[in-house]
């Protein structure tokens, strides 16, 4: 399995913001999480979701989309497993 940290990111309060991912291989089973870097305890910081391009007959495009649900500023990474 490998593991690994794609890159990190920052949103201000309320804050939704979009990134992506390219040149992936295509026969690849990778999972997304991201973790918040910046504690703030109470509830929940963040929320994503992933969308799939299949960019090329041999390639993916991962999208994110992430949104802060707190009140204050948040940094996290986005982080991912290749499963096979």
């Known amino acids: 399995m490998r ?3 794609q890159f990190t990111g920052a949103l201000g309060p309320g804050q939704t913001g979009q990134w992506f991912t390219h040149s ?17 305890p109470g509830g929940p910081q963040i929320e994503w979701e992933v ?22 500023p948040t940094d996290f990474e986005a982080r991912y497993a290749v499963l096979n």
Not at 24 to 29: K, V
Not at 52 to 70: D, I, M, P, Q
């Open 3 to 5: 593991v690994g940290t």
């Open 24 to 40: 992936w291989p295509q026969d690849w089973h990778v999972t997304w999480n991201f973790m918040p870097t910046t504690p703030q």
């Open 51 to 72: 969308d799939v391009e299949r960019a090329s007959a041999t390639s993916v495009t991962y999208w994110f989309t992430v949104k802060n649900l707190g009140s204050a």
